[in-house]
């Protein structure tokens, strides 16, 4: 469904919802009932909270060149322990 605007010379501008490609040039309007034509304005476009768009945008760059890292990410200058005294004896790759 998409969202029209119709002009009513009565009451201005109102909204009208109708499948994509099914709106009619003329619809009546529901406050007066008086014949609306239909407006053609600017789609409805939103903008984005930039960290949504900075995080798609760093997601469209690694899928070509993703980032190499020297070492795994995790507490600075420090080594990682292990959180229990056990994980220490057991076996690695």
Do not use: K, N, W
């Amino acid at each position: 469904m998409a969202t029209y605007e119709y002009r009513c010379p009565r009451d201005g501008v109102f909204p009208a919802r109708f499948p994509i490609g099914q709106a009619p040039a003329r619809v009546r309007c529901a406050t007066c009932a008086a014949e609306a034509a239909r407006v053609f304005s600017a789609p409805s476009l939103r903008a984005m909270p930039r960290p949504l768009v900075a995080a798609l945008d760093r997601a469209g760059r690694s899928a070509e060149a993703p980032e190499v890292v020297s070492r795994v990410p995790g507490r600075r200058g420090a080594a990682a322990r292990p959180v229990h005294p056990g994980h220490a004896r057991l076996p690695r790759p």
